[in-house]
């Protein structure tokens, strides 16, 4: 007989509708009782553990499709997601990183072959300035900077990113004494310049003076070592994208910008020196290169030939033994033609 009294097991759909209701009592607790209000969290951390588990699937079984396109589809009916964000400083440790990692699963999941994430943070952009402002927060700034990073999958939020006053913010970000959080800044910083290449070159074109301006004085020359190898291999790759190439034509042909690549050459640290040669070469190379940049390569002629000679990565590279022939040449042959 007992049988009968079983309760009916709860539908994705369930879980979704008592975890908002869950929220919207945390977003107000601060009027309730405390013995109510550790009951009704309790239950809300159960319940994120379920959505996850429905989510990623658990060691006894793998998700289901079914499964994850009902649970998906309910919270973005409805404002689950802002309520998520806004009450994770209410939440215990192990809740935000369920509630961390369903967020990241949802930008994937696909719906009638759409990605309703996107159309609901297109509807809600305000939700990034949260999640950017919250680098700002030690104790949220990991959270919020993995959901941001996969809200960026996007490309509508990622351009409202790009084009926001938020993207001056990451020059500092990536610069706070808190490692952890500095690298994960870091890391968003670079999603945003090479995941959606189409939007990136026209952030770049239309933002160059002020963006490279930030980044050659605050991350190419900051006094931080890592700092300056992250930024100069995330310059390598924006650089030698050909998405990007009307940017670096511009970047190359500044005798500024040359000059700083001269002095990452001259690094004690063989990584950067490395990643400085590839955005060099880019220098070396160009055809008609403007004047000013031809006479501080033949100025330091003899300088460059001879840091090249003793140039060698650590493992044999025939691309860059290529390379570094090809710099070598084009530096012996600006001689040639431009030498007294």
Known sequence: MKGLFKSKPRTPVDIVRQTRDLLSFAARSSESRESKREEKMAELFKNLRELKSILYGNSESEPVSEACAQLTQEFFRENTLRLLITCLPKLNLEARKDATQVVANLQRQQVNSRLIASDYLEANLDLLDILIAGYENTDMALHYGAMLRECIRHQTVARYVLESQHMKKFFDYIQLPKFDIAADAAATFKELLTRHKSTVAEFLSKNYDWFFAEYNSKLLESSNYITRRQAIKLLGDILLDRSNAAVMTRYVSSKDNLRILMNLLRE?????????????????????????????????????????????????????????????????????????
């Open 268 to 340: 004690s640290s063989k990584s950067i020196q490395i990643e400085a040669f590839h955005v060099f070469k880019l220098f070396a190379a160009k055809q008609n290169k403007p004047p000013d940049i031809v006479s501080i390569l033949v100025a330091n002629k003899s300088k460059l030939l001879q840091l090249f000679a003793d140039f060698k990565t650590n493992k044999e590279d025939e691309q860059f033994e290529a390379d570094k022939a090809q710099v070598v040449r084009e530096i012996a042959a600006l001689e040639l033609r431009d030498g007294p």
